[in-house]
């Protein structure tokens, strides 16, 4: 733990939920190069032994582990929190971010997917509203978002082609939803047509990106979402079509997946890295 109690107090502090692949890199970069402006008050997960890896790997930071979210929203620890990093899960930011509003925390989201269900995603911006918080959505493993925000109001088309090995895309909903068996792609297939709604419910790990598009853009219903399964390809590959009044936008990202997480790409870990760096540090914001 750093020893100086004025730099302690003066940092921003926050608190982590996941420990996985993303929480994992997120603890590390704060624990390093951000230390002199970030303060690890907690871990959360459900996992413990997922957060004791990431806490034994801490030189500058003694975070308390939660596997509990009632004792974790209850802790000393917690109170003191400004700002809630979730890098979980869809089921968990559905869980937890209402509480999390509700406590004056500002939040930081990774499974945006979970915005696509419009029922819950009223009830987060009426709760952000009354309780006078913010919501941080980085851009995650895509590009052009600032782009597509500005264009959004002129825009007639909006389609995300993802495509990614069948094995970063395994024990996603879709395959027992269509009782089709992951080995069994053998070659370059589309395996995947419909609106963003419909894909982040069929693939809740892999196509986060398509909600962020969706709110981003013209809404969920209608961004349209194409998933290919490549058994012969080793990265992530996303190309977003944007077609309106302004003219054409066409943005392709090719992602090499993280080393700990197939299924994330690690410009997505990269992504809220910065996005992080930019909420702490004062100084130019570019894209914002």
Same mark, same amino acid.
């Given at each position: 733990m750093h020893k100086d109690p004025l730099l302690h107090f003066m940092r921003k502090k926050i608190s982590i939920i996941g420990c996985g692949a993303i929480g994992s890199e997120l603890a590390l970069s704060v624990d390093g190069d951000m230390a002199k402006n970030v303060a690890l008050l907690s871990l959360f997960d459900i996992r413990p032994d997922n957060a004791e890896t990431v806490k034994s790997k801490l030189s500058n930071?003694?975070?308390?582990?939660?596997?509990?979210?009632?004792?974790?929203?209850?802790?000393?620890?917690?109170?003191?929190?400004?700002?809630?990093?979730?890098?979980?899960?869809?089921?968990?930011?559905?869980?937890?971010?209402?509480?999390? !509003? %509700?406590?004056?925390?500002?939040?930081?989201?990774?499974?945006?997917?979970?915005?696509?269900?419009?029922?819950f995603f009223s009830e987060v911006i009426k709760n952000v509203e009354d309780n006078d918080v913010n919501i941080y959505v980085p851009s995650g493993a895509i590009a052009g978002i600032d782009a597509l925000k500005s264009v959004k109001n002129s825009i007639s088309y909006v389609t995300l082609t993802t495509t990614k090995n069948p094995n970063s895309l395994k024990d996603s909903p879709f395959f027992k939803n269509n009782n089709l068996a992951v080995d069994? !792609?053998?070659?370059?297939?589309? !395996?995947?047509?419909?609106?963003? !709604?419909?894909?982040?419910?069929?693939?809740?790990?892999?196509?986060?990106?398509?909600? %962020? %598009?969706? %709110?981003?853009?013209?809404?969920?219903?209608k961004t349209k979402v194409n998933v290919i399964a490549d058994p012969s390809i080793r990265i992530n590959k996303h190309e977003i079509k944007v077609i309106g009044k302004f003219g054409e936008l066409i943005v392709r990202v090719k992602n090499i997946p993280s080393s700990t997480n197939p299924k994330t790409s690690y410009l997505a870990i990269l992504s809220a890295i910065e996005c992080l760096r930019s909420i702490t540090t004062k100084g130019i914001k570019y894209g914002t």
């Open positions: 930071n003694d975070p308390p582990i939660f596997n509990d979210f009632s004792d974790y929203i209850n802790s000393e620890s917690f109170k003191d929190v400004e700002l809630v990093i979730e890098a979980a899960s869809q089921n968990a930011l559905t869980s937890y971010l209402n509480q999390l !509003i %509700l406590s004056k925390k500002d939040v930081l989201v990774m499974s945006v997917g979970a915005f696509a269900n419009s029922e069994s !792609i053998k070659k370059r297939t589309l !395996i995947f047509e419909g609106s963003a !709604i419909e894909a982040v419910q069929n693939f809740p790990a892999n196509v986060n990106v398509a909600a %962020l %598009l969706g %709110l981003a853009g013209i809404g969920v219903e």
